[in-house]
Structure formats: C-alpha cells, structure tokens
C-alpha cells in the first residue's frame, strides 16, 4: 500500500470520527488502567459492567488494597480469568502505593513492570492516558493491519513497528482508536461489513463481501 492510500484512509477515519476515545468507562487514570488489565480476553462492554459498581468503592491503588482480594473477586468474578486478574490488580496495586506514591506512572518500563500489565495495556495507557504516541496491536487492530493492508506483519510486534512506521504523523496520536473501533465494528472478523465501510475502494483486501449490516 502507497503513502497516499494510507493518508486518505486516516483522514477518512477522522473526518468519520474526529474525536475517538476508548470505550471502556474511567474517570482517572488509575481506573483507565484497571479497566484495560481487566479487559484481557473479555469485552469492554463486560468490563463496564463490573467496573462500574467497583470503582465506585476502589478507584485508588490504596483504596483497591483497602478493598482487598475476596472483595475484588466478587466484583469482577463475571469477568474471565478474574481469580487471576484479581490477584494482579491487588500486587499491582502494592507497587503502585510502594514505589509511585499511588500513582500511574506514564513511562513503559515502569508500567510493564506492574503484575498483569504487558505491553498491550501499556501502550493503552500510554496513549489514552498520558497521550503519548504508542499502538496497542489488539485481535481487532491486528486483523484490519493485516487485512487492508495498511501494516501487513506476521506477529503483534511487526505489526506495531510497521504502524508507527507507515501511519502518517498527523493521525498518529489517534490512530489506535480509529483503527480498533474500525476493526471491531466494520472490519470483523468472519465477514466484514465490507459494503457499508467508508474506506472500500482504498482497502487492498482481496475478498471482500457486499453485507451491507
């Protein structure tokens, strides 16, 4: 895919959605994080669910420790893995009071050194809360990089290095959430929407279908 393609597919996206932000609900950034640890393998719509009524009660570090692991289990025990979850929310908790003074720190190293934060969720907060320049390479962004090929790459991390190699700098900053809720709402997986979506005839994908749902 040329440099052209890629320009007019983002400023599509953005004139579509000049404003995209994340779907799972917070209001600081230590819920943001959270949320996105909680989100592992789940939707955003079932970590809304259990989030809503726990950060009610826990939405700081020490507050969370305050809650306490059996407290923390029945609040998001819909939610799957969360016995496992659970358990690294309350260590990554203890870290977060112990060495940031109850703080989200907003440099990687720090942030993937929490329990239960990989480089997914950290680039996520990176860029939703700190707004730093970072891809978070998602089922859903991993699928639509490969598929129009915008960042063809054969693992997550190829697929990372090759969007914030080939996404023009003006899209950059946004570029994460345009193209997961593209990929999770237009791009699906077993048949995309292909027919209803606003960037077709840009799109390099081979087989695409005419489901105007």
Request: glycine share 4%; proline share 4%; aromatic share 6%.
């Amino acid at each position: 895919m040329n440099k052209d393609k890629r320009e007019q597919i983002f400023a599509r996206l953005r004139d579509d959605n000049p404003n995209p932000v994340t779907e799972l609900n917070y209001s600081n950034h230590y819920e943001l994080l959270v949320a996105v640890a909680l989100s592992a393998q789940a939707t955003d719509v079932s970590v809304n669910k259990a989030t809503k009524q726990l950060f009610r009660v826990a939405n700081s570090p020490q507050a969370m420790l305050d809650l306490g692991l059996d407290q923390l289990k029945q609040h998001i025990k819909t939610i799957g893995l969360y016995n496992s979850k659970a358990k690294n929310v309350i260590m990554a908790a203890q870290m977060l009071v112990d060495l940031h003074q109850g703080q989200v720190p907003d440099q990687r190293e720090a942030l993937e050194a929490l329990p239960g934060v990989g480089r997914k969720t950290a680039n996520v907060v990176l860029n939703t809360a700190f707004r730093q320049i970072a891809m978070a390479v998602d089922t859903h962004i991993f699928r639509w990089s490969n598929r129009t090929r915008v960042a063809p790459g054969k693992d997550v991390i190829e697929v990372e290095r090759k969007l914030l190699k080939f996404v023009p700098k003006a899209y950059l900053l946004d570029a994460h959430h345009w193209i997961i809720l593209h990929g999770r709402y237009v791009c699906i997986a077993r048949k995309p929407r292909c027919g209803s979506c606003l960037i077709e005839d840009l799109c390099e994908f081979k087989n695409k279908t005419c489901d105007m749902d």
